[in-house]
């Protein structure tokens, strides 16, 4: 005879005022348990309930009233998968959903595990996420327009149906770009830092949105709002820059472009990822500033993305020794619940960075996903076994040690995002890429590109030859091509040199005998150049790459002004 699955009314009834006010104080206490077995884990989804029309916390506090244990539990896994297809996978892509999931296909993980969204994952060769990337999603445009619309229609048959699916993607723009063919790809967000206009920055992120949203994304986990306030490779040029004040400006731009236009914007990665060179793709990183220190140079560009409205931000697995020493933030109550939400006010969806990462693989799945939710997380993202991950989670809540006030709380507040999210229209395809959104990407471009040492402006002389580090063809190609179509003769050898380098560059990819050399990422290896003429993109994309030739040919001031210090440099040569 089957088991009914136990309901979740008590704890909502207690929790309905809390999040339809937005109130984000303390969980109410966890409700007498009612008699209930043991479910399958792969047991039939209940029929979608129907939820009344109108503010979207009083929605998602109804729905929840009607979910069983194992959709509660599902709504806070948003794991990866493999396959570019939602139904139709490769031999290889089969086996590696079964290894992660049991199963062989996206849509039948979504059925199984009655999940609450699904990140789209993916790499390029500079992409220093690369380490917790183990497959691809994305191609063009088309295809995963047509996988998200696979994956809703899976995630449509579960009892939460009547609340649209999470997709999410890492679309920061600069070294880690998920979709980069078909759509206009933005500069790097320190290269908007570089321009300091928070109105260009909004105006591209509304662009970027709106090709999100067309292609069936809704949730995208940016922006960086992490402080540069080292030199670290992992956030390097993802990061607006090394001011705490002007990168709050830009996260505010950033965060209310994507969500006018029906993206949820997350803010990553809390407690500031910048204030620590070590990878936590690789280790746990500590921060071993003071509180106080902190609060002034990491937390301003959360707060503003708080106050823009964001509605997500990512915990980052990062040791703040003078808070929580020892624990990681994913996993640290003190800063999740009484710094993040306590003092600096977060309301919304709280995300753990991706949980096959090594410091949270120092717990079983199970036992980190739990470790997550009680210090605060809502969302479980990218967990390296989702059967365990589910059997944990739902054995902690039928246990006692996860309790069922903090699932609800967090399974109400991922539904009231998800019903904010349908309020808006999804934008057609033919928005991809046109000329209104280049042009915004192109602003944003040219108005970041900097002269650290040499003439503030003036055309190069002669004709130019373009070189680059190593592997960088394709961009030396996208110059090339640029200055010709700004009348500059381009020659393969003996003209004016000018040299490119990019993300992981150093001083033995200089070039001794460049007129120009130009930062396309952090500008410190500019340090050691020894070129009459230095400039910056932070940037490799075609909206950059457009905008240096402007300025090579003499028709473009580059207005921009270094976001980070480069010692020995100014932030520019050009008189404001």
Known sequence: ???????????????????????????????????????????????????????????????????????????????????????????????????????????????????????????????????????????????????????????????????????????????VTRITDGVTVLPSALAAGAAGDPALTEAAWRAAGTELAAMGINLDFAPV????????????????????????????????GLQ????????????????????????????????????????????????????????????????DPGTPATFSHKLLTDVLRGQLGFKGVLITDGMNMPPAKRYSPGEAAVKALNAGNDLILMTPNVGQAYDGLLAALRGGTLPRARLVEAVTRVLTMKFKLAERPTPPMSTLNTPAHRAA?????AGAVTVLRGACGGAVSGPVTVTSSGGRD?????????????GVSVKSSGGTVVHLVGYGDGASDLSANAAVTVAMDTPYVLEKAKSPTLLATYSSSRASMTALAAVLAGKARPGGRSPVVVPGLPATTCAA
């Open 1 to 175: 005879m089957p088991i009914r699955p136990r309901r979740v009314g008590v704890a909502v009834a207690a929790l309905t005022a809390l999040l339809v006010s937005g109130c984000s104080g303390a969980a109410p206490a966890r409700p007498a348990a009612t008699p209930s077995g043991p479910a399958s884990a792969t047991a039939g989804p209940s029929t979608p309930a129907a939820t009344p029309t109108g503010d979207p916390a009083a929605r998602a506090a109804a729905l929840v009233a009607t979910l069983p244990d194992e959709d509660l539990v599902g709504q806070v896994l948003m794991p990866y998968a493999y396959g570019d297809s939602a139904t139709k996978v490769s031999p290889g892509s089969a086996a590696g959903n079964q290894a992660l999931a049991g199963v062989d296909t996206p849509a039948e993980m979504i059925a199984k595990y009655r999940l609450g969204g699904l990140i789209l994952v993916g790499f390029s060769a500079d992409d220093p996420t690369k380490g917790n990337q183990e497959t691809t999603n994305v191609d063009n445009p088309a295809q995963v327009h047509e996988l998200t619309t696979g994956l809703r229609t899976a995630a449509g048959k579960l009892a939460t149906g009547p609340a649209p699916f999470l997709i999410g993607t890492d679309q920061e723009y600069g070294v």
């Open 225 to 256: 709002a992490d402080v540069l306030a080292t030199r670290s490779t992992v956030i390097g040029s993802r990061s607006f820059g090394a001011d705490p004040k002007r990168d709050a400006a830009q996260v505010g731009g950033a965060v209310r």
């Open 260 to 323: 006018q236009v029906g993206v949820a914007a997350t803010l990553k990665h809390f407690p500031g990822h910048g204030h620590s060179a070590t990878d936590s793709h690789q280790d746990l990183p500590v921060l071993t500033q003071s509180a106080a220190a902190l609060a002034s140079g990491a937390w301003p560009p959360f707060t503003a993305g708080i106050d823009a409205g964001a509605m997500a931000v990512m915990s980052g697995h990062l040791d703040a020794r003078a808070i």
């Open 441 to 445: 990407a192109d602003a944003l471009a």
């Open 474 to 486: 394709g961009t030396r190609a996208a110059l090339t091509a640029a200055l010709k179509a700004a």
